[in-house]
């Protein structure tokens, strides 16, 4: 399988990750709480219900419907594709899973929110995820060839 080169945005990568820091922001500034999605996305299992998983319901879905909303309005859609098979989908997805559990947060929730309040061990999450990511993107692509 080839693998494909990613189209370099500056622009649109800044606008996304602003709009990101912004969100964080507010969700900080309005209600108190970090926007970590793997704590959000728990907050909303029917397991774990109660009355703080209204905002994190409103979240999930204007995390959802905000990119269906702006492709109606402006009219663009991302074109991508996943080059990958569903069993290695699903079998990262677990890892991510337990690496959450683990690391006691996701990417948002170290890399967005724990960085910008200068937390120590956001930053050594944050270190440890993106250096694994890298390992894992080179050993996928250049020594397995997937």
């Not at 204007?62 to 699903?90: E, K, Y």
């Not at 559990?101 to 270190?127: N, Y």
Request: include cysteine; proline fraction near 3%; hydrophobic fraction near 50%.
């Amino acid at each position: 399988m080839e693998t494909q080169a990613t189209e370099f945005t500056p622009a649109l990568s800044a606008l996304g990750g602003a709009l990101i820091g912004l969100s964080a922001v507010w969700l900080m500034a309005s209600i108190g709480r970090i926007a970590g999605l793997s704590g959000i996305v728990s907050g909303v299992l029917p397991t774990s219900w109660d009355r703080q998983s209204i905002w994190k319901v409103g979240f999930l879905i204007g995390a959802i419907a905000a990119p269906v909303f702006l492709s109606v309005i402006v009219g663009f859609r991302p074109d991508f594709s996943v080059p990958s098979n569903n069993w290695l989908l699903i079998g990262g997805g677990l890892l991510v899973g337990v690496g959450v559990s683990f690391g006691g947060g996701c990417t948002s929730g170290h890399g967005v929110c724990g960085i910008s309040r200068l937390s120590m061990r956001s930053i050594f999450a944050t270190v440890i995820f993106m250096a694994t990511t890298g390992i894992t993107v080179y050993v996928m692509r250049h020594l397995i060839g997937l």
